[in-house]
């Protein structure tokens, strides 16, 4: 491996602890300030927006600075400075404490997004299509344990301070601004040399392929089928499930710990099999788990344990395979302009969504009520979505397996066998 790599990786490690300090307290931090469920939507809905609004610009960028590095760190940059705002948040009145949080979080989103067509074309060029399975596989078990180890801490970090105080999530969205730092500094040192690009229009961005269409028209309207329930989970947890911050990072741990052992063993079978049939069972398994939040309750909170197991499983196939069926999918020379279509695209339907299972939540009745009617709907629209699978072509898979037999070898694979040999081997990589 490579030094490019190995930068590559490490960034990946800060990356997300830089993640596990802010993401995941978003929503913890927006019920502490007395945020209801159309609020925690709207605030989901507002971090897809900035995707709609910052991909044109992002990809102009690239042609007008033809510096795809440079765009990405300066792009991170302002992301990681926007959370600063939340400083402010505990001296500031109650009724402007939920603005400035809104406002903060979807800055951040706006100039994370910004940065995505120059990221995702540039490590395209680094990462051939041979391993991209293997090496992103490596790369997010990386950063997965990394995610583990800080969400364990933070979570019972934030039950020393009592109900109401802000300060415990000020201090840890600091470490995660700091975090972000480090994980600009070594994408700073990837050498790849800048591919030069084809000319282009405005126009262009209306021209997508026939494979894309395939594939963006299933990616829509799976955003909007799991958008509808996700930012509900967490609130599920606290409210209904009655949740500490304690157990709730016990409870996320595990999905993490589940995504993190079967990283390595999505990307092998990918890399075998093509993303299709894998990304079919992918959305099986992500579709099983809201439907199973519906019959948990405080009285059976330990049954909640297979479920976050299914759940770190599947969406670790669902997050790695797209990735790599956009890849694939995409063409290099016109990649920069694709990855501004893929997110434009495919990120309406998660504005919307939030939204709408928000005013569900609290307005409607149909054998549910509240988040389990958004939990049960989201289920439903889960499944149908693999409908849309079967006209999605790949043409470097030589032969079609069906999702059955592969889903038969993807079961037999112990996932724990050689993981703690895994954890050594890309620690040793990186250099850690």
């Known amino acids: 491996?490579?030094?490019?790599?190995?930068?590559?990786?490490?960034?990946?490690?800060?990356?997300?602890?830089?993640?596990?300090?802010?993401?995941?307290?978003?929503?913890?931090?927006?019920?502490?300030?007395?945020?209801?469920?159309?609020?925690?939507?709207?605030?989901?809905?507002?971090?897809?927006?900035?995707?709609?609004?910052?991909?044109?610009?992002?990809?102009?960028?690239?042609?007008?600075?033809?510096?795809?590095?440079?765009?990405?760190?300066?792009?991170?940059?302002?992301?990681?400075?926007?959370?600063?705002?939340?400083?402010?948040?505990?001296?500031?009145?109650?009724?402007?404490?939920?603005?400035?949080?809104?406002?903060?979080?979807?800055?951040?989103?706006f100039f994370v997004n910004l940065s995505y067509p120059a990221w995702t074309s540039y490590i395209a060029e680094l990462i051939r299509k041979e391993i991209r399975g293997r090496y992103f596989a490596s790369r997010n078990m990386w950063m997965g344990f990394v995610s583990i180890i800080i969400s364990l801490a933070v979570g019972f970090y934030l039950d020393l301070f009592q109900k109401g105080n802000l300060l415990g999530f000020v201090s840890i969205f600091v470490f995660g601004f700091f975090a972000?730092?480090?994980?600009?500094?070594?994408?700073?040192?990837?050498?790849?040399?800048?591919?030069?690009?084809?000319?282009?229009?405005?126009?262009d961005y209306l021209n997508i392929t026939k494979r894309m269409k395939r594939f963006l028209t299933f990616a829509a309207y799976f955003n909007f089928s799991y958008m509808l329930a996700s930012p509900f989970m967490v609130v599920y947890m606290f409210e209904n499930l009655k949740m500490d911050y304690g157990s709730y990072v016990l409870f996320a741990a595990i999905a993490a710990f589940a995504g993190l052992l079967s990283q390595k063993h999505w990307g092998r079978l990918i890399d075998k099999f093509g993303s299709r049939p894998m990304i079919s069972i992918a959305v099986m398994g992500a579709a099983l788990v809201p439907f199973f939040y519906i019959f948990i309750n405080p009285s059976n909170l330990l049954f909640l344990i297979p479920v976050q197991l299914l759940s770190g499983v599947a969406w670790a196939g669902v997050g790695l395979v797209t990735f790599n069926m956009f890849l694939d999918t995409s063409e290099q020379e016109g990649r920069v302009i694709q990855t501004a279509d893929y997110n434009m695209l495919t990120t309406f339907p998660m504005v919307i969504a939030p939204l709408i299972g928000g005013i569900i939540a609290q307005n409607f009745v149909f054998l549910l009520?509240?988040?389990?009617?958004?939990?049960?709907?989201?289920?439903?629209?889960?499944?149908?979505?693999?409908?849309?699978?079967?006209?999605?072509?790949?043409?470097?898979?030589?032969?079609?397996?069906?999702?059955?037999?592969?889903?038969r070898v993807f079961v037999s694979v112990h996932p724990v066998r050689g993981m703690v040999h895994e954890i050594r081997a890309v620690g040793k990589k990186i250099g850690l």
Not at 78 to 105: E, R
Not at 185 to 203: C, D, N, V
Request: charged share 15%.
């Open 369 to 407: 009520s509240g988040i389990p009617l958004v939990f049960l709907l989201s289920t439903a629209l889960r499944f149908s979505s693999l409908a849309l699978l079967k006209n999605i072509k790949e043409e470097h898979v030589k032969k079609k397996y069906e999702t059955g037999q592969v889903l």
């Open 180 to 203: 972000g730092i480090m994980a600009i500094t070594y994408f700073a040192k990837i050498k790849l040399k800048e591919a030069k690009l084809p000319k282009h229009s405005l126009l």
């Open 1 to 109: 491996m490579n030094n490019d790599k190995k930068n590559l990786l490490r960034n990946g490690a800060w990356w997300s602890a830089a993640d596990a300090f802010t993401t995941p307290f978003i929503i913890p931090f927006a019920l502490a300030i007395g945020a209801t469920n159309i609020a925690i939507g709207l605030i989901n809905s507002l971090q897809y927006l900035s995707v709609l609004v910052s991909q044109v610009p992002g990809s102009e960028m690239v042609w007008v600075f033809k510096r795809r590095r440079l765009i990405n760190n300066a792009c991170e940059f302002l992301a990681k400075c926007s959370w600063l705002l939340v400083l402010a948040i505990p001296f500031l009145p109650p009724d402007s404490q939920l603005t400035v949080l809104i406002v903060s979080v979807a800055l951040s989103s």
